[in-house]
């Protein structure tokens, strides 16, 4: 298990989220905006093809020295030589993780409900995604929003490092991280913009000041 996270602008892309600007490219754009760690979430694609976007996505983010986060798919994770992989309430345990990948060095676990924090679950994983803060379009199938007040009462209970997503933007990003986000988790805000280098600039510059 690894107990340091460092990072503080967590971009969560996908080829359709991009708006048919290459993913690659938003990709770098936000690394140089001030992303610091990237997931790759392909919900639809195979694996061959999931893997292959893996692939070409590592040698830009080798370039950065960015890590690599794989969405669900434990297979592609190993195989992509990711950093890491973010599951959630439907997905492989992150025990299970554990036991099939043990080179993992970031294992990210998704929290919709209160009692998954004392579970073993949560033990061994090393980030949280607090899910969602805020209700979302680009993803309909949560549970229910926590808002800040549901981000602050988390954050009494656990010292786990807490990554925020649902409607993370620069208009929020300094309030989530002041009620104790320790990372901000975005897709639409930084994939869907005209300049993803300029909206991350400006959502980390907002994480910044708050810290
Ligand atoms: C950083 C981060 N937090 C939460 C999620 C959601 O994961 P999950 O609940 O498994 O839902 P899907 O993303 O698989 O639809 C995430 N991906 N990343
Ligand atoms: C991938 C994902 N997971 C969520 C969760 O609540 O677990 S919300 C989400 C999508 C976040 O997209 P946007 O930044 O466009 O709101
Ligand atoms: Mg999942």
């Not at 892309?13 to 936000?30: F, H, R, T």
């Not at 229910?144 to 007040?149: D, E, N, V």
């Amino acid at each position: 298990m690894n107990n340091v996270f460092p990072y503080r602008l967590y971009l969560v892309i996908s080829e359709d989220a991009c708006n048919g600007q290459p993913l690659n490219k938003v990709a770098e754009m936000a690394i140089l905006g001030g992303v610091d760690i990237i997931q790759l979430r392909e919900k639809f694609d195979t694996s061959e093809v999931f893997l292959k976007k893996a692939m070409s996505l590592q040698e830009v983010l080798y370039k950065y020295n960015v890590p690599l986060i794989i969405n669900d798919n434990l297979d592609v994770a190993r195989r992509s030589k990711a950093y890491g992989i973010h599951v959630g309430n439907s997905d492989l345990p992150p025990t299970v993780i554990r036991e099939g990948w043990p080179e993992c060095q970031c294992l990210g676990y998704s929290i919709e409900y209160l009692k998954q924090l004392i579970s073993k679950e949560t033990l061994v994983s090393d980030y949280l995604g607090i899910s969602p803060i805020f209700d979302t379009l680009t993803k309909r199938d949560t549970v229910t929003q926590w808002g800040l007040a549901g981000l602050r009462q988390i954050r009494g209970i656990t010292d786990k490092p807490l990554v925020a997503i649902g409607n993370m933007n620069a208009q929020n990003a300094y309030d989530v991280m002041k009620a104790g986000a320790d990372c901000l988790a975005v897709v639409s805000a930084i994939c869907g913009a005209a300049d993803p280098e300029k909206a991350a600039g400006e959502i980390r510059g907002n994480i910044e000041r708050a810290l």
